[in-house]
């Protein structure tokens, strides 16, 4: 998962982010772990769209009843993915030291302007807010990643796209990340025998599946 803190602010210029109700989201059961887009996973996202809303973040850290939705991006070039190092400046130091490979944050009002739908608008802005990238293909929704074993995961809800760059892709916060390419086998394998993956990316790696050497997506 990415810098998910509560960021300051004041009662002037409060940061309003989108949520959705855990009720609608799963109204028969919480899935745990990560799930593809599927046919009834689909119509999550389409929950997301046309049944969230805005509020004050403030609130939304703090209530379990809304799951707060975050674009979560991997950013890909051929058969390598930006896998991430998250840093002492990021604010939220539960994170610290731990590697990522998804890129991503909350869905902010200015996302309702944009080329596309809200949660691609949004997946948009953090991509050019946080690498240097440029996009060889359009979005891929490929599903999903909720945690609600940890504080910070119980009001979040993934929304994983895979993202594919014409060149690879660089890091700009580099006070905040350390970025580079690596295999995305390697990283799977990494992943299967190290503790310092985020949640959400350990999630990913390990519902991938490994065909002729190559991570089949």
């Known amino acids: 998962m990415g810098d998910m803190s509560l960021k300051a602010s004041n009662d002037q210029n409060p940061e309003f982010v989108w949520v959705v109700r855990r009720q609608d ?17 689909a119509q999550t996202l389409d929950c997301i769209l046309e049944k969230g809303f805005f509020v004050e973040r403030k609130e939304a850290e703090t209530e379990p009843a809304w799951k707060q939705c975050i674009p979560y991006c991997l950013l890909l070039h051929e ?3 930006l896998l991430l190092e998250r840093l002492s400046a ?19 009002p200015c996302d309702l302007w944009g080329p596309s739908n809200l949660v691609e608008n949004a997946a948009l802005r953090e991509i ?3 690498a240097s990238a440029e ?65 959400w990316s350990s999630a990913v790696l390990a519902s991938l599946d490994l065909e002729d050497k190559t991570v089949v997506l």
């Open 128 to 130: 050019q807010e946080e």
């Open 90 to 108: 990021q604010t939220e130091a539960r994170l610290h030291g731990l590697l990522s490979i998804g890129i991503g944050g909350h869905i902010n």
């Open 135 to 199: 996009l060889a293909e359009p979005l891929q929704f490929f599903g999903f990643v909720n945690d609600d074993q940890t504080e910070v995961g119980a009001v979040h809800l993934g929304i994983v796209l895979i993202c594919r760059t014409k060149f690879p892709a660089q890091v700009k916060e580099t006070k905040k990340m350390r970025g580079w390419l690596e295999p995305l086998v390697k990283v799977k394998k990494m992943c299967d025998s190290s503790p310092l993956f985020e949640t």
């Open 79 to 81: 058969e390598q993915v």
């Open 25 to 41: 989201l799963f109204p028969r059961r919480y899935p745990q772990g990560f799930w593809k887009i599927e046919e009834e996973s």
